[in-house]
């Protein structure tokens, strides 16, 4: 069994950065990959990020890249989302995920409870 807790959101202004964290524990071989989904009011859970467990392994998501990166601390188990540039439409729950897969679509099997970002004025 995996445990995910997410920290790092909050309100910020267009332009800013955040950073997201995720702190895993629980069976090893099930956080192989893990990664960053998020989900606005009225969307679907869309992709941001996902990296495999010796962080030389990343994806991030075409409508954030360039703004948005993931790293992996082995040693602690957690990952991060960088989020540099922030934008209003950036504005969702923002979920961590692990499974023993690597993926970019929301076939995860643990899922964190989210944490909120909004990107406001």
């Known amino acids: 069994q995996v445990h995910l807790v997410e920290s790092g959101g909050g309100l910020v202004q267009p332009g800013a950065s955040l950073r997201l964290s995720c702190l895993a524990s629980?069976?090893?071989?099930?956080?192989?990959?893990m990664g960053w989904f998020r989900q606005a009011p009225g969307k679907e859970r869309e992709f941001v990020a996902v990296?495999?467990?010796?962080?030389?392994?990343?994806s991030v998501a075409e409508s954030v890249r360039g703004r948005f990166s993931i790293s992996r601390d082995g040693a602690k188990d957690t990952i991060y989302l960088q989020m540099n540039r922030v934008e209003p439409e950036d504005t969702a729950v923002y979920y961590c995920?692990?499974?023993?897969?690597?993926?970019?679509?929301?076939?995860?099997?643990?899922w964190g409870q989210g944490t909120q970002v909004t990107v406001s004025s």
């Open positions: 990296i495999n467990r010796s962080g030389r392994i990343a």
């Open positions: 995920a692990a499974d023993r897969a690597y993926s970019t679509t929301p076939a995860f099997k643990y």
């Open positions: 629980g069976s090893t071989p099930e956080t192989s990959a």
